[in-house]
């Protein structure tokens, strides 16, 4: 009876650890995105900046899947919201950037994480199909963002050319650069603790 008792413990234990380290991995990715989010390119035609941010959001999601992958950015924009200071320098922080310009490129976080996330874990752990999932979650995030900023802008053309034209060349490098380091990453050998 006594071990009985030491198996329960040992694996209500072995259960807290493990739900400790899966926050621990997607607070971990929600700051993964505010670091990314410091490297920011204002660009003087537009009200959006260049950032590294929508990298950061694939390689979470390419990564983590869609469930953690999701509560990752979920996180990120509650702390954000919060007015901590993960957003993007270049703009006014808080509920205020999320409502603002960029607010539907924002919004969409979790939605493009978990969609990143859900492609990959259906598929094989390939570069064609990170590069293919990463690409579908990026027209997700350009949808979004693109509408909200149709409503700022008054016109989807003025939205268009505000919010993409300048983009595409970056976006596709950081979608082939978030597949390279999501495989990368998940083909390297995990540590047994």
């Avoid at 919004?107 to 492609?119: D, Q, R, S, T």
């Avoid at 268009?160 to 082939?176: M, S």
């Amino acid at each position: 009876m006594a071990k009985l008792g030491t198996q329960a413990l040992s694996l209500t234990q072995d259960r807290t650890v493990e739900w400790a380290r899966q926050v621990a991995i997607v607070v971990g990715a929600s700051l993964f995105v505010a670091l990314c989010a410091r490297v920011t390119v204002p660009l003087p035609f537009t009200p959006v900046p260049l950032t590294l941010q929508n990298c950061g959001v694939l390689v979470v999601g390419l990564l983590l899947g869609s469930r953690r992958g999701f509560a990752a950015l979920a996180l990120y924009l509650a702390e954000g919201m919060a007015g901590l200071p993960v957003f993007n320098p270049m703009g006014p922080g808080g509920i205020a950037q999320v409502m603002g310009v960029t607010g539907g490129f924002l919004l969409a976080y979790p939605f493009v994480a978990g969609l990143a996330g859900y492609l990959m874990e259906r598929g094989r752990k390939t570069f064609a199909n990170a590069a293919i999932a990463g690409l579908l979650a990026e027209v997700l995030l350009f949808a979004s963002g693109l509408t909200w900023l149709a409503i700022w802008a008054g016109s989807i053309t003025r939205a268009v050319q505000f919010g993409l034209y300048w983009f595409v060349f970056a976006e596709v490098i950081k979608v082939l650069l978030a597949a390279a380091v999501a495989v990368r990453l998940r083909r390297t050998p995990k540590v047994q603790a």
